[in-house]
């Protein structure tokens, strides 16, 4: 189904619903394929951050690959994008090996204890995967405990100390992630250690992951900067082939979610404006994060900020903490106006839950020609089979 919409208002949607916004998408992957080109280095879309199917076809135009850390994921890659994927978990399982294998261009093992329980079984299932271990650089500067993979007592990756001389003979790869929406100066400062600890096992390697968090679609972000980095790197190990898988950075500001007003009350003077779409199904990171997001139309102001227009917005699940405050619009809310929150697209469709059975946000594709294409409407049955 296709409908005419103003993109600035998003007025007469009467549903709550994502929306996809294709020349930002394609802007993205116009950047990123481009300093991936001039920095000679792969980049590879993270389906956790990311992945709408539908899209897909829009993403081959760009990159050649994606990654996966579960079956389902690698099993999207082999089968929809149509390219095996780069693999990588914490723990594989004897149920999910051989099909993860099927379908891996690159299995990465979290661990030397997975890699001496799966490797020869992955390796008997698909002669032509290359094996990785990732790696813990003991560095991150990730300030959110949540998403830092170094933090004290991690369970991701092998430090340098538990390393052998000589690698296993069919370990290709190193993978090391340790950024979240960070810049190349974070990179910069990551790869001299990860270089300290790890550089003498580089000539017996075929390829080293950098993993995600390169925000390089981020307007303040110095992409020459980035290529800069890899060249030198580049320069110094040239048989090594890299790769970076970052997430946010595909689907950063590429679209929002719209949701609707349907109550507004207000208890010890603080007003909420209820609406059709919750924070904790629909919008997880907000917090998690915790992150603040941009709603268009209003500011962010102080929670006890008084004054006219300023709201607190709430879900509609029956959890107490599904809200967030506090925002200042330039005029009185009322119950069926749309509220739009900005860049909803990455880690929000990934994450969604149907928690309280709360309806589901449809999801669309707006086109270049002002037309809104709904990919995909939910309904009872959605929330029914989860539950079979």
């Known amino acids: 189904m296709k409908m005419k919409i103003d993109f600035s208002s998003f007025e007469g949607l009467s549903q709550p619903m994502y929306v996809v916004e294709e020349s930002r998408l394609r802007a993205n992957l116009s950047l990123i394929s481009e300093v991936a080109r001039l920095a000679d280095m792969e980049v590879i879309l ?8 539908k899209t897909f076809p829009i993403f081959r135009e760009y990159i050649r690959a994606t990654t996966a ?17 780069h693999t990588y978990s914490p723990a594989y399982t004897e149920n999910d ?8 261009s690159h299995l990465t093992f979290n661990s030397l204890s997975q890699y001496a329980r799966f490797h020869q079984r992955a390796t008997e299932v698909n002669e032509n995967i290359s094996i990785g271990l990732r790696v813990n650089p003991e560095y991150s500067e990730v300030e959110t405990m949540l998403y830092n993979p170094c933090a004290r007592g991690t369970r991701f990756g092998v430090t340098a100390d538990r390393l052998p001389k000589q690698l296993p003979v069919d370990i290709k790869g190193f993978h090391c992630h340790c950024h979240c929406e960070s810049g190349p100066d974070v990179f910069e400062r990551t790869l001299a250690h990860i270089e300290a600890r790890f550089s003498p096992w580089f000539g017996q390697l075929e390829w080293i992951n950098f993993g995600g968090g390169h925000l390089m679609t981020r307007k303040d972000y110095d992409t020459s900067h980035l290529i800069n980095i890899i060249q030198g790197f580049h320069r110094r190990y040239p048989w090594l082939h890299v790769i970076m898988e970052p997430g946010s950075a595909f689907a950063w500001q590429t679209g929002p979610l719209v949701a609707h007003v349907v109550d507004i009350v207000e208890d010890k003077g603080i ?5 059709d779409v919750s924070f904790t199904c629909h919008m997880p990171d907000c917090l998690e994060m915790p992150y603040m997001p941009e709603v268009r139309g209003a500011k962010v102001v102080s929670p006890d900020m008084e004054g006219s227009h300023v709201y607190r917005l709430g879900g509609n699940s029956c959890l107490s903490g599904d809200y967030m405050s506090s925002w200042q619009f330039d005029h009185e809310l ?5 509220v ?16 309280n059975g709360i ?30």
């Open 334 to 338: 009322s119950v069926g106006e749309t």
């Open 69 to 85: 850390s579960s079956l389902s994921e690698a099993r999207l890659a082999h089968e929809l994008f149509g390219e095996k994927a």
């Open 271 to 275: 007003r909420t404006a209820v609406l």
């Open 340 to 355: 739009v929150f900005e860049d909803m697209i990455h880690y929000t469709t990934v994450k969604t839950t149907m928690f």
């Open 359 to 388: 309806s589901h946000p449809a999801i669309a594709l707006a086109g270049a020609d002002g037309t809104l294409k709904i990919l995909r409407e939910f309904g009872y049955d959605d929330y029914k089979n989860r539950m079979d």
């Open 46 to 53: 993270a389906f956790k951050a990311f992945a709408l199917w």
């Open 97 to 104: 090996i051989d099909e993860i294998a099927r379908c891996s």
